[in-house]
């Protein structure tokens, strides 16, 4: 098993979802392990330095089979135990898809309005009590990432900023819980690029890894734009910075934008991966595996959102032209 140094800058590894799967309950509840282990195995002969996997977990399959649920997970983890991945299993999901291709996961009024019919907070809290406390002291778990991506809103304004410290209780709830099931355990929240990074202040005091999606974003006609450059390099140096005055390593947990043209991908990919690998930071990308969630296919797979194909292969399991290029680092 690999052994990270504190720093995490060693980590080169990749998010997984199955090529079957569209959303959580897909991937958990119709979970094909002869087809996990073969495209988990096939990334780390593309990749041999392939060494952490993120997988999205899911509570609404665990809701619905939770002795399922968990043996699906020990599968899954004993999968990347025996290809020498250590995981990070995220908990709970906040990002939804703009073009209405949504993977699931967590609603404002599952937890900020207890008069909902939909307030699963308790539940919420049972599911990581249960997941969490099942796996104490497990050391294929590297990390437990609490909730990818809270805050999921693209502006605050007199609407959202109430909302800020009421998701933010929640997650305060979710990593006393966590840490309760498990005192020993490495808990953190992965954040997203947006409100001027003050997510990260936000969530400090409840991650023990500062854990960042340094995305370069830009559609094809903007990849060689140097003000967009020029901010990509500042957030990432804010990114160090930030994890150096509150004594925490930094991990990247997503990166990596995509195209539909290969090329396209290939000179964001260098350009991310060139500035990453410049600041010592060790980096998973999104996504090994092409697969119906979205930002993660091509146009023969699934309906297409934005056209933005994060996949390191094509539907068929072949690493696509160029994609090689993340072995340089």
């Given at each position: 098993?690999?052994?990270?140094?504190?720093?995490?800058?060693?980590?080169?590894?990749?998010?997984?979802?199955?090529?079957?799967?569209?959303?959580?309950?897909?991937?958990?509840?119709?979970?094909?392990?002869?087809?996990?282990?073969?495209?988990?195995?096939?990334?780390?002969?593309?990749?041999?330095?392939?060494?952490?996997?993120?997988?999205?977990?899911?509570?609404?399959?665990?809701?619905?089979?939770?002795?399922?649920?968990?043996?699906?997970?020990?599968?899954?983890?004993?999968?990347?135990?025996?290809?020498?991945?250590?995981?990070?299993?995220?908990?709970?999901?906040?990002?939804?898809?703009?073009?209405?291709?949504?993977?699931?996961?967590?609603?404002?009024?599952?937890?900020?309005?207890?008069?909902?019919?939909?307030?699963?907070?308790?539940?919420?809290?049972?599911?990581?009590?249960?997941?969490?406390?099942?796996?104490?002291?497990?050391?294929?778990?590297?990390?437990?990432?609490?909730?990818?991506?809270?805050?999921?809103?693209?502006?605050?304004?007199?609407?959202?900023?109430?909302?800020?410290?009421?998701?933010?209780?929640?997650?305060?709830?979710?990593?006393?819980?966590?840490?309760?099931?498990?005192?020993?355990?490495?808990?953190?929240?992965?954040?997203?690029?947006?409100?001027?990074?003050?997510?990260?202040?936000?969530?400090?005091?409840?991650?023990?890894?500062?854990?960042?999606?340094?995305?370069?974003?830009?559609?094809?006609?903007?990849?060689?734009?140097?003000?967009?450059?020029?901010?990509?390099?500042?957030?990432?140096?804010?990114?160090?910075?930030?994890?150096?005055k509150v004594g925490k390593p930094v991990l990247v947990t997503e990166t990596c934008w995509g195209a539909l043209k290969d090329s396209d991908r290939?000179?964001?990919?260098?350009?991310?991966?060139?500035?990453?690998?410049?600041?010592?930071?060790?980096?998973?990308?999104?996504?090994?595996?092409?697969?119906?969630?979205?930002?993660?296919?091509?146009?023969?797979?699934?309906?297409?959102?934005?056209?933005?194909?994060?996949?390191?292969?094509?539907?068929?399991?072949?690493?696509?032209?160029?994609?090689?290029?993340?072995?340089?680092?």
């Amino acid at each position: 098993m690999p052994s990270f140094q504190p720093d995490y800058s060693d980590v080169r590894g990749f998010n997984y979802h199955s090529s079957v799967a569209s959303t959580g309950l897909e991937n958990w509840l119709r979970f094909d392990a002869a087809l996990w282990e073969r495209e988990l195995t096939q990334g780390k002969a593309y990749f041999p330095k392939f060494n952490l996997v993120r997988y999205w977990l899911s509570w609404d399959a665990y809701f619905r089979d939770p002795a399922a649920f968990k043996a699906n997970f020990e599968t899954a983890l004993t999968i990347a135990d025996q290809l020498d991945l250590k995981v990070i299993p995220c908990l709970l999901n906040r990002w939804h898809d703009i073009f209405g291709l949504d993977y699931g996961g967590v609603y404002l009024d599952n937890i900020i309005v207890p008069s909902s019919w939909a307030y699963y907070r308790p539940l919420y809290r049972d599911y990581v009590t249960d997941i969490v406390g099942s796996h104490q002291g497990d050391r294929r778990v590297e990390i437990w990432d609490l909730c990818n991506e809270p805050w999921s809103y693209s502006d605050l304004d007199d609407f959202t900023k109430p909302l800020v410290p009421l998701e933010l209780e929640w997650l305060q709830e979710l990593y006393a819980t966590a840490k309760a099931a498990d005192p020993a355990a490495k808990v953190s929240v992965s954040t997203h690029n947006g409100h001027d990074l003050a997510d990260l202040t936000w969530v400090e005091p409840i991650s023990d890894v500062m854990l960042v999606h340094p995305y370069f974003i830009c559609n094809p006609d903007q990849i060689w734009d140097q003000a967009l450059r020029d901010r990509f390099v500042q957030d990432v140096e804010y990114m160090v910075d930030f994890g150096r005055k509150v004594g925490k390593p930094v991990l990247v947990t997503e990166t990596c934008w995509g195209a539909l043209k290969d090329s396209d991908r290939v000179d964001i990919l260098r350009f991310t991966l060139d500035t990453l690998a410049a600041h010592n930071l060790g980096f998973m990308a999104w996504v090994l595996h092409s697969t119906p969630v979205a930002d993660a296919h091509a146009p023969d797979v699934a309906v297409l959102g934005r056209g933005n194909n994060c996949a390191f292969t094509t539907s068929d399991g072949a690493l696509r032209p160029g994609h090689d290029i993340f072995n340089q680092y």
